[in-house]
């Protein structure tokens, strides 16, 4: 198991050494539309009425992405 | 193997998370083009108090401080200041379109860095970096995004290196 | 011995860590919003359930790094089948009403409050949630918290978050009062694939205790002439998983594809697949259009029957474990005011008028304990404001 986390953990950063979009290249994930649950609020609500009619929950993702602004 | 883990976690974070800004040294010296193709050069600035600030169209902080990048100019173009802003969008349009929405006039130069040469001379990491190069061309002070307090301390740096 | 001296060590690395890397990662990772979100929501399906769900949610920023949030909002429920339970289960009529209402109309008011804070630490993002809900029959406390840590030039960011709930049960026609407890925790990753390409991999982990049950559900079992009525039985934990992945494509300049698939799967035996689909795109500089669609498939509970002919250990008649899948479909749009819209609220630019209308299918093996169909259609109306300040 150990070792499963340790793979996991070198993925991660050999994935964000392999892969570097710079800031001023991000104009397109900089969009709203390209931003993970940019409103949350709505994002909740439908959770809400999911969770009430069926038997799953979780593994939804959370908020992120953007511009690779400061 | 727990430490042995943890152990190459820091290695490989420590050179992550360290990065060199440039402060104290020597700015890079360039040649840029305006988007009518006037050529603009760091060295004409030599003597002067300067921010130069990196920013794209697109960008949400940048598009706050661009009022207060000409506020700064108005406020202190009379003492040896000015400010030189590099541009990375990829078309002009884009930046005339932002200019339209700004309603005072544009006081100071702007660089269309179209190919995105220049933020790699100076280490840029995110949008906006805004830099004040003292008289001698010396990088001394980095400022990265935009937010509230950002004027003050921006304004407090400019006067320190004006008064120098 | 050893392997406390072992986390002693690491931990002091650890804080070394910290310690060197915050002055070299200057600037703040997550934008702080000062906004008013007003929410007006509606639900309805064929099962006879209506709710209304208005919310509103302020954020404020208190200084260049700091945010704080609150909101609140009230669930008005209104539900047929608790009524149909009322009149069927000889144990109510004799139960008065002690939170409200009346014994025959069981109507919901539900409130909920909630406060958080964000703060940016160099490049880390902490926020800290707090909420209680409160109505006639449950009560609710949560703490969350989640981590935000961008690595490489924000091209990677990890996200840590947990959430506890404690939860007390107290139906109108029971006299007791039962906990439920929940523990989550999550990880999420999410990575820069490309200029146009964004994905993001989460991963939750979630351990119940305590009475799951709907305390107004009832297990009917006939034997000849005769009828028994008695209340379900679940084992009172669970652990439940899922691992989803979802991808952005940005597909041209001003439409974006989004796909997603979760897997998830518990230790009441009920796995599901879900695939979920999103077109967005930009109809104008102030109009923005969202399409989705979403498919779900999940295995029933292995002590779900869809009818019991004897009392049994466990017996659950909740459709919600039942076999079964979904289907939902839902169109939006978002508008941004603009000084030159001659209509009220909308001719400002810091407003945007929020609204979609939905569709959901739900197909069960069996039919529902209660209204007796396998086939769930719901109509989901929502409509906002967001204004900035």
Known sequence: MKLFYLIIFFLIFLISGCMVVQPWERERLADPNMIFDENPIEKGIKEHYINIREGSEGGNGSQGGGCGCG | MFKFFVNIIISIIIPL???SQDIGKDAPDFTGYSAS???IKLSDYKGKV???????SWCKPCKEEFPFLIELYNQYSKKDFSVLTINLDDESSKIIKFLSHISEEIPFKIVFDKESKLPALYNVDAMPSSFIIDKKGVIRYLNVGFKS???????????KYLNN | MVHKEAVAAVGKKLLFLLLISMPAISYSQEELNNEIQVNFNSYFDNYHLTVFYPSINISKTLDANTSLNASYLVDAISSASMKMTFKVDGITSATPNKQGGADNTPDELRHQVGFGI????????????GMYSIEHDYSSKTFASNLSIPFAKKNTIVQLGFTRNWDKVFPQNRFWTKDRNTTVLNLGLTQILSKSIITQLDFSFTNMDGY????YQVVRIITGPLLQILEPVEPDKRIRRAAGIRTNFGISKSSTIQIGYRYYWDTWDINSHTIEGTYKTHLSDNLNLTLELRQYFQTKAYFFKPEY???ETFMGVDSKLNSGYTTDFSIGINLKG??????????????TFMASLGVYHRHTDSPDWVIRLQDLYAILINFGFKFSI
């Open chain 2, 50 to 56: 300067l921010v130069l600030d990196f920013w794209a």
């Open chain 3, 212 to 215: 799951m049950l709907d305390g």
């Open chain 2, 149 to 159: 307090d950002d004027k003050s301390k921006i304004t407090a740096e400019i006067e």
């Open chain 3, 338 to 351: 603009d000084k030159s819209f001659n209509f009220p609220l909308l001719n400002s630019d810091k407003v």
């Open chain 2, 17 to 19: 998370s360290v990065f």
């Open chain 2, 37 to 39: 193709g006037d050529t």
């Open chain 3, 118 to 129: 964000t703060r940016n630490i160099s490049a880390t993002s902490i926020s800290v949630n």
């Open chain 3, 309 to 311: 002919l004897v009392p």
